[in-house]
């Protein structure tokens, strides 16, 4: 499966934007999808995570609240949500999906990613 992560952008803090992770290849349902992300000069971390089917959906503490991951296989497309938006939620943000059981927040886990989509959060 091939991903192309959109949606990012520059926004003030406590605003939001809605990422995108556009699927093609091989059928979407069959994945695990996850969101990461990497700021600057750090390692990259895991964000969050959903099922197959959408209906379990497990998120990084810092996000709970603010984040909404979900999809909708009959568009082979994944969101997040970002609603409150501090500057720390600046970084590069990837989708990745796990062809596994259970993919949880190991990147490792994950086989397929996409390329980054820039957040930048100002103050």
């Known amino acids: 499966v091939q991903l192309q992560a959109s949606g990012g952008g520059l926004v003030q803090a406590g605003g939001y934007l809605r990422l995108s992770c556009a699927a093609s290849g091989r059928t979407f349902s069959s994945y695990l999808l996850g969101w990461f992300r990497q700021a600057p000069g750090k390692e990259r971390e895991f964000v969050a995570t959903i099922s197959r089917s959408g209906g379990g959906t497990y998120y990084t503490d810092s996000v709970k609240g603010r984040f909404t991951i979900s999809r909708d296989n009959a568009k082979n497309t994944g969101y997040l949500q970002m609603n409150s938006l501090k500057p720390d939620d600046t970084a590069v943000y990837y989708c990745?999906?796990?062809?596994?059981?259970?993919?949880?927040?190991?990147?490792?886990?994950?086989?397929?990613w996409g390329q980054g989509t820039q957040v930048t959060v100002s103050s």
């Open positions: 990745a999906a796990s062809r596994g059981v259970l993919a949880g927040t190991g990147q490792d886990n994950y086989h397929y």
